[in-house]
């Protein structure tokens, strides 16, 4: 009985179906797939473990990734019609954004140029250095605007790691967290995959996404094991993405 609760288990084959609603795999507009072909060898990868709906998600960051609706939806066109061209049938794509809380975030969401995900959630994030002055102000316009708040990646602000009080207020703003599968697979280092756990032991994570970028990302991802105890914990994580997203 002890070994069996020591087993290690490649964590993609848990994922048979999963909806991965944070990904970098629309090509050119951001710091994830640079060619139609980049993109197409991810959504190949994520195939061979069972993975063929997505949510693809690239940066909206002021100054940095300056994106729009109209460039993620043209991005988002070109990669529909190179897999009509070859044939690919099988795979889900839809698109949404990754939203940076920065200052031009509040315009944008005044201007309602933001990007949900399916259900109005709103998927965002921040600064790995710092929380913005105005991120509570955000959050309770976001709110006040219809959207559910998603912060992407909590477990990865280390900023965070010396006051945990600091989640438990987010949580309380109604804010959901969605942790990334690579942080669990410790892709990021081992403080990342500890809080990650931590958040996950809490029962603080409400989905899961992939955040993959590139190609050696997902490879990690492919070759990664986690143990039982993780594994029982993650799996109601991965029904309760699918339920939402599919």
């Not at 690239?58 to 991005?75: A, C, F, Q, V």
């Not at 109005?120 to 790995?128: A, K, T």
């Not at 039982?228 to 309760?240: D, F, G, T």
Request: glycine share 6%.
């Amino acid at each position: 009985m002890f070994s069996f609760f020591q087993k290690k288990h490649f964590l993609v084959d848990y994922l048979e179906g999963f909806v991965d609603i944070h990904n970098h795999i629309l090509p050119g507009i951001d710091d994830g797939a640079k060619t139609t072909d980049d993109s197409l060898a991810l959504i190949k990868g994520f195939g061979e473990f069972g993975i063929t709906d997505f949510v693809c998600t690239p940066h909206i960051m002021h100054n940095y990734y300056e994106n729009t609706l109209e460039t993620i939806k043209d991005s988002f066109i070109t990669l529909k019609k190179e897999m009509a061209e070859k044939g690919i049938t099988d795979v889900s794509i839809d698109f949404a954004a990754e939203h940076m809380i920065d200052d031009n975030f509040e315009e944008i969401l005044k201007k309602k140029q933001v990007l949900p995900l399916r259900n109005y959630h709103l998927l965002i994030e921040m600064s790995f250095l710092q929380a913005p002055i105005n991120f509570h102000r955000a959050v309770k316009k976001i709110t006040s605007a219809g959207y559910y708040p998603i912060l992407a990646h909590p477990e990865r602000y280390a900023f965070l790691y010396g006051n945990f009080q600091k989640y438990e207020a987010f949580k309380r703003e109604s804010i959901f967290f969605q942790v990334n599968l690579l942080s669990l697979a410790g892709y990021y280092g081992g403080n990342v995959k500890n809080m990650a756990i931590k958040l996950l032991d809490k029962g603080m994570i409400d989905f899961l996404g992939s955040d993959v970028h590139h190609k050696d990302q997902l490879k990690f991802l492919k070759d990664s094991t986690i143990s039982h105890r993780i594994l029982k914990k993650i799996q109601p994580v991965i029904a309760n993405t699918i339920d939402n997203f599919f």
